[in-house]
């Protein structure tokens, strides 16, 4: 993940953040955009500056803004808990460019590597906005971004059904290819009949 650093001057000293369930993904409401820009405008709001912790231009430059681990100003009431990312583009009218959707994709899934149980979410879930516009594509950007499953996971049933795998192991109901017997893949209505066939004679 390339993020641009950017030195800022904020107006005052940022306040550390120590819980992080959120992740609230912005339009920045104009068609062109930039951190720097945002940053000016914040700081003419009277804020510490940018109120972003990420700015995606649409060409697909990542740009830093608060240190992740600083509290934002990007949606009341939730920025004691929130990493705030802010999409270059007016996506209430606009489409976004392939460039830009990948890049947020790919911070998302770096996000989430982070923090594996964080929410994302939009702005207008949590106020009352329209932000980030009704044609933002956020389940094209969550969607590929899910959590990676658990590399022990994968080959192994879930605690809560260990023993009825083994024992159906141990019957000879289910038989392994090689060891692996995909515990977390779906039935088929045909397996399923070779199942029950099998647990009817043992
Ligand atoms: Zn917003």
Redesign the pocket.
């Known amino acids: 993940m390339q993020i641009t650093e950017k030195t800022y001057d904020w107006a005052y000293p940022l306040t550390p953040r120590s819980v992080t369930t959120h992740l609230v993904l ?2 920045a409401g104009a068609s062109r955009a930039t951190a720097a820009g945002i940053h000016a405008y914040h700081l003419s709001k009277g804020w510490a500056g940018i109120a972003y912790h990420y700015f995606v231009a649409k060409d697909g430059s990542v740009t830093r803004g608060r240190p992740e681990n600083t509290r934002g100003a ?2 009341m009431n939730w920025n004691y808990c929130s990493i705030g990312v802010c999409f270059e583009g007016n996506y209430e009218a606009e489409e976004m460019p392939a460039a830009q959707r990948d890049a947020g994709r790919a911070l998302i899934e770096d996000i989430r590597n982070r923090y594996p149980t964080i929410v994302v979410c939009r ?1 207008c879930e949590l106020g009352q ?1 329209s ?2 516009g009704r044609n933002f594509p956020f389940s094209q950007l969550v969607a590929s971004a899910e959590p990676a499953r658990d590399a022990e996971q994968d080959g192994t049933p879930a605690a809560w059904a260990k023993s009825a795998c083994d024992a159906a192991v141990a019957r000879g109901i289910f038989k392994g290819d090689g060891g692996d017997f995909r515990w977390h893949d779906p039935v088929t209505r045909e397996e399923l009949a070779v199942i029950l066939e099998r647990a009817k004679e043992n």
């Open positions: 912005h339009h990007h949606t702005h906005t932000c980030p």
